[in-house]
């Protein structure tokens, strides 16, 4: 019995015992910093070096914090460190990164871990960033470099207050598989933790600070947002010249073309020098490329090759173990990262290279990088998978900053902390339907993502495909492989054509969109749930069990909305999937019209809509504005200026704030942009009027003529065409 | 250039300082203890009290080392310790626990962590046991209750000896995916770890001495290797009598019966408690069953509701999360066992129930205890999950053991360490293929597999199904769902007879295999690259990537034999899967003949076996023993004597060790036990013969008469029927 007490007062010793207190401060207006023991000096900010937007934060406004300190709590146990933040009933969750599956996730258990994504929502995708916001109104950013286990509200305590209820599985049947949690749980494996709370009130307030805490969004130079075409991986210097021509010459725009790993002498892993034989005049096709207002845009992926120049001068920088054989520097060491970074200075950048697509910084586990690698910097393995997408991201993206020039590539892993970089993710998966899920949850985490075309099954697929990519942040075409062209499907060539065109022609929407997001911190492309009126929750079967007799485990899926998602200030985009005649779009409240007629379509409620291959359904909002400018192959270069048409939608008066700057370089971090206010109002007349402020003095200002269409005054006819 | 050198300098540091020593011991014959670092108390063996049978380990004989110990290294690093072990080329792995998917393992990560198997090969399952053994002759275990990071030989170190070369995917055809690896490394989270090499000179000599180290296989009480029949949840007290006598009536053998949730008052989590509606008189019950030759299995999982009587008593010693509201004991704590488990004992194992069936104590995530729990004894969720199936397996046997009465029972999870619990691992998953290929990995890792039977879509599908479990530990039907009986398929209701009546005819055969289990450490269900003669390595496709396409990194799965095992000292089962017509059959070097009509059918080659609807294929090896008794209902009781058959295969004279003992008590354990020598020889007169030696006096002797049967001699027709 003496033994029994003892093991007693032990126990409660051992359940007391590391309660640890969280100090808090106050970082900037609306965020806070929590630390919980001894946070790792290398986290995700270290690592991405990102810079808070102080004045663009105290704008959004002073918010108390947004719940009750004391819900907050955590401690040391096990060497690591445990989180736990409240959840109500009812709050929903949304974020963790590039998910494809699932926008909503409460319930859910994560293993953030950077990772190729192998068709599961589990944590292991290309951005898992440790940030989600809620439905009450707040953000919570982990700002930790580990792989962290995320228990989103799933593991139910003895201690709760609001605890589960013990229910009878044999004849109860409101017996659940998945009893009520009242906790976002966090295991970070480290001795502390460093954490922030972003307020709203909103949701997309609680997202703007984060992102503009991260630096904001990127803006991309204007080319960035035109058409891109990744050549066959195999193509010689005088195929891409030649197939810039046949862009040219049937009329699709093009904007950057990307090479594939074949303009290296070796890949995989690489020389990072051209190959003599398929390019022997890089310099000379970067500028007859450029003659034709077309940059350019190199794959690589970062691991040396022993036959790479610089090998041997890197020696004291790799890692222990190599990818395909080539070595992995340790980019987190200055040193390292000097002398890495030389050549792709002199060597591209330099003779005039747009920017690169940096692959396999992700995973999968199979290639990368074990978990038992050792770096020199002495970070773990751990630390270096979680940051490599961050780490190539800034150092390549420097080199272009340092000569002024913007730049807009693509990268497949990025994390925490990267949301200011140029760099659009992209990876291997291809599922259509999934990859529209992970453009609508990108807009939670400060990610960009593309939905890329590659090849499809059928001409309408290629058409439902392409038409995506048109609604996303890059609009790419990715024939490394397939040589696939926007018009190698004849049957849709000219529907392919004409959504290229209008690309082009809503390039001052887009162009405002990303400035948003720098300046504001507004996601371009984001989920309908931060869209307000948008009230619908996910829909579960009552009994969340599917089948006794197969697996008597599995779980029904819960129904949510994952294909449509907002575009911009005012777009609804609903795109139609291969084989889908109809599709239902759930509008938000407030009346919406028909992006291509002006038609009113519906308020608050579920419409079904029929499909048109020529067409990707998308709905404006009441007083919508979209400045457009004519169709053209390339964008406006620096200087160049073009006239507007600027597009008003629906009953009510409204304003858009219309960005400009130069296009290409960086002068824009120094005030050389202007906003312009474009008013839609109606006149004594009762007649539709617009108007554009002009722009400020020595400030950016590229419009010429302005034309204004009221497109819910129109006869529903198709005036985009 | 200063600053260089320093950094260089703590580079070299950083590098070299962490190596650390390996500790060698030599624990018992064959069998050597490294450490590394403070390896942490509580490990697989100490959780599950394992302890070695030094005298069957001194009879396998005093190999050496079985490679250079130079070649074994480690060190702790990021607060873990690293751990590697070196593979040459051609070497090839198995092992790991029960996979479902996959036989090699060289090449394959996994992180070992107790779960219920989602569908992929990648370490989460129920019994991840950290153990393989390679085409090298020798055994590695991880002792340690940890989840454990193992990269079987895929990542490549530019330190290696053997470094994998640098090619161009460009170009060359002969560029690879996978890289050349040239060791097995871990990574375990703990400051330090102990592990065990297992020399061979075989692979299976290694498993003999892991199994043995173990302390050797369970021998199931002679009714265990019966048939059982698991009843609808909702039975009550009269409907399990009645399918009793169904099985009776109908002539179907039944040895014991398993109910299922419903015999408790409330279940998921439990109350303990029989319900007084469905089981007034569970004591009647169980004397009406015994009177049967009938035993009762209850299906439990560990979770308390706050509705059993002992909820109250056992406060102090609950983890801090709950699984389905119910409270999680923790196990580990010897007070807590003894209160816990003193229910058990006295209202079920005192009274007559034979065993349990223990349900969830392998995952899922979301529904386990979340990783972040904490558990009075101080021990991480971590570590509880990775042993709590070993945990309760020790001690719910040990309540039998107490009453010298063996059990024989069903659990979702177990690891290294419980070689020797009575226990048959199942789980929800209910592919028929990747059910066979865990049968066939059990073997490798100390583990008892059923691929019980719960229902079909066809009758092909029960027949083909019931064909198997009646060739593995436990032969099953689990109608806890689907209230399928033997019989539910009227087409083959005989065939599915006549194999449950094969089960019972070979009853001395399976007897003496456990036998050989628990004495010797063979396992009597096994893979064929345990068999000697067998050569057969996985067949992959020269370029590993299959669609650059849909998926450009998807690797091809390397094709392998999963599909067929041994069972005892001389079968080769070969099963058939509903819609085969036929299949191939693998046949290792020596002659092998049919089972059931002694034909030769082949040597060293694969041969195709047209399938027949009532026979399972299977194969015997030259000079196959196979002792069977005629078949009956149920299992020879205590003391019960019966006729013996003895069926020799082949050519080849030979010998066979027939084991017997009281069939239901651990009196073995002192001694109380025969092994018989069968020979089979030709006599002067080129006749067949056959021979058995007598039980020595006071130990048992079952037998009243034998008869001969010699198969390859027969006129090719089936005298098993």
Same mark, same amino acid.
């Given at each position: 019995m003496k033994y029994f007490y003892s093991w007693f007062l032990f126990l409660s010793l051992v359940f007391a015992s590391t309660a640890q207190e969280i100090h808090w401060e106050n970082t900037a207006p609306g965020v806070w910093k929590g630390t919980l023991g001894e946070a790792e000096k290398y986290n995700?900010? /270290?690592?991405?070096?990102?810079?808070?937007?102080?004045?663009?934060?105290? &704008?959004?406004?002073?918010?108390?914090? %947004?719940?009750?300190?004391?819900?907050?709590?955590?401690?040391? $146990?096990?060497?690591? /460190?445990?989180?736990?933040?409240?959840?109500?009933?009812? !709050?929903?969750?949304? +974020?963790?990164?590039?998910?494809?599956? /699932?926008? =909503?996730?409460?319930?859910?258990?994560?293993?953030?871990?950077?990772?190729?994504? +192998?068709? $599961?929502?589990?944590? #292991? @995708? =290309?951005?898992?960033?440790?940030?989600?916001?809620?439905?009450e109104g707040y953000g919570v950013f982990i700002n930790s470099s580990r792989y962290l286990d995320i228990y989103a509200g799933s593991g139910s305590r003895l201690d709760s207050d609001n605890p589960a209820e013990a229910l009878d599985r044999n004849t109860d049947p409101l017996w659940t598989a998945?009893?009520?949690?009242?906790?976002?749980?966090?295991?970070? %494996?480290a001795k502390g933790v460093e954490f922030y709370i972003f307020a709203g009130p909103s949701m997309l307030e609680a997202i703007q600070r984060f992102n503009l805490f991260n630096g904001g969004g990127p803006i991309p130079p204007r080319w960035g947002l035109g058409f891109t075409q990744r050549v066959h991986r195999l193509y010689d210097q005088k195929q891409v010249l030649a197939e810039a021509e046949e862009f040219e010459s049937k009329g699709?725009?093009?904007?950057?073309?990307?090479?594939?790993?074949? *303009?290296?002498?070796?890949?995989?892993?690489?020389?990072?020098? *051209?190959?003599? @034989? #398929?390019?022997? =005049?890089?310099?000379?096709?970067?500028?007859?490329?450029?003659?034709?207002?077309?940059?350019?845009?190199? *794959?690589?992926?970062?691991?040396?090759?022993?036959?790479?120049?610089?090998?041997?001068?890197?020696?004291?920088?790799?890692?222990?173990?190599?990818?395909?054989?080539?070595?992995?520097?340790?980019?987190?060491?200055? !040193?390292?990262?000097a002398l890495y970074?030389? @050549?792709f200075n002199k060597e591209h950048v330099l003779p005039g290279v747009s920017g690169y697509k940096i692959d396999e910084v992700d995973g999968y586990d199979r290639w990368l990088w074990p978990d038992v690698a050792r770096f020199p910097?002495?970070?773990?393995?751990?630390?270096?998978?979680? @940051?490599?997408?961050?780490?190539?991201?800034?150092?390549?993206? $420097?080199?272009?900053r340092d000569q002024n020039r913007r730049t807009y590539g693509l990268v497949r892993a990025s994390n925490g902390g990267g949301v200011s970089f140029p760099y659009v993710i992209y990876n291997d998966y291809y599922d259509h339907r999934d990859f529209i899920t992970a453009l609508i949850n990108s807009g939670f985490s400060g990610l960009l993502w593309t939905p890329e075309a590659r090849a499809s099954k059928s001409a309408e697929e290629w058409l439902r495909r392409f038409q995506t990519v048109v609604f996303s942040p890059m609009a790419m075409i990715n024939a490394w492989a397939s040589?696939?062209?926007? *018009?190698?499907?004849? !049957?849709?060539?000219? !529907?392919?054509?004409?959504?290229?065109?209008l690309r082009m022609k809503m390039m001052p929407y887009w162009y405002s969109a990303f400035a948003d997001y720098h300046f504001e911190g507004i996601p371009p492309f984001r989920a309908m749930q931060l869209e307000s009126g948008f009230t619908l929750k996910p829909q579960g079967p009552k009994n969340e069990l599917t089948d006794l007799e197969e697996n008597p485990y599995e779980e029904a899926i819960k129904k949510e909305i994952t294909d449509q998602y907002m575009a911009g200030p005012s777009l609804l985009v609903a795109p139609l999937f291969a084989g889908e005649k109809s599709r239902s779009v759930v509008l938000p409240k407030g009346n919406w019209y028909d992006f291509y007629t002006g038609i009113y379509v519906g308020n608050g409620e579920i419409i079904t809509v029929e499909g048109r291959l020529d067409q990707i359904p998308v709905f404006v909002k009441d007083g919508g504005i979209i400045p457009m400018m004519k169709s053209r192959l390339h964008a406006p270069g620096k200087g160049e200026r073009y006239d507007l048409e600027i597009f008003h939608y629906g009953e009510a008066p409204s304003h858009f704030s219309l960005y400009d700057d130069d296009g290409i370089s960086?002068?824009?971090? &120094?005030?050389?942009?202007?906003?312009?206010?474009?008013?839609?109002?109606?006149?004594?007349d009762e007649q539709w009027k617009g108007s554009i402020s002009p722009a400020k003095a020595q400030k950016p200002n590229n419009i010429e003529n302005i034309r204004w269409v009221f497109m819910t005054e129109g006869n529903g006819k198709n005036p985009l065409k």
């Open positions: 995700l900010l /270290t690592a991405s070096g990102a810079i808070p937007n102080f004045t663009a934060l105290t &704008k959004l406004g002073k918010p108390p914090f %947004p719940m009750s300190k004391d819900k907050i709590s955590g401690r040391l $146990q096990d060497g690591k /460190t445990y989180l736990q933040l409240p959840l109500i009933k009812g !709050e929903e969750i949304y +974020g963790f990164g590039l998910n494809f599956k /699932t926008i =909503h996730q409460r319930g859910r258990i994560l293993r953030l871990h950077v990772d190729h994504y +192998g068709g $599961q929502d589990n944590g #292991r @995708t =290309h951005a898992p960033v440790p940030f989600y916001v809620t439905s998945t009893p009520y949690s009242d906790a976002v749980e966090i295991l970070i %494996p699709y725009p093009l904007d950057f073309i990307g090479l594939e790993p074949g *303009w290296q002498s070796k890949s995989y892993p690489n020389t990072f020098a *051209w190959d003599p @034989t #398929r390019f022997p =005049h890089p310099e000379k096709l970067i500028q007859q490329l450029k003659d034709k207002n077309i940059s350019l845009n190199l *794959w690589i992926n970062p691991y040396v090759s022993p036959e790479a120049d610089f090998y041997n001068t890197l020696k004291p920088y790799y890692g222990s173990h190599t990818v395909w054989a080539g070595a992995v520097p340790d980019l987190s060491i200055p !040193e390292a990262q970074w030389k @050549t910097s002495g970070l773990a393995a751990e630390q270096m998978r979680q @940051t490599y997408g961050l780490l190539v991201q800034k150092q390549s993206s $420097q080199l272009f040589n696939t062209k926007p *018009w190698s499907y004849p !049957e849709v060539a000219e !529907e392919v054509k004409e959504m290229a065109l960086y002068d824009y971090e &120094k005030g050389h942009y202007s906003w312009r206010e474009i008013k839609v109002f109606k006149g004594s």
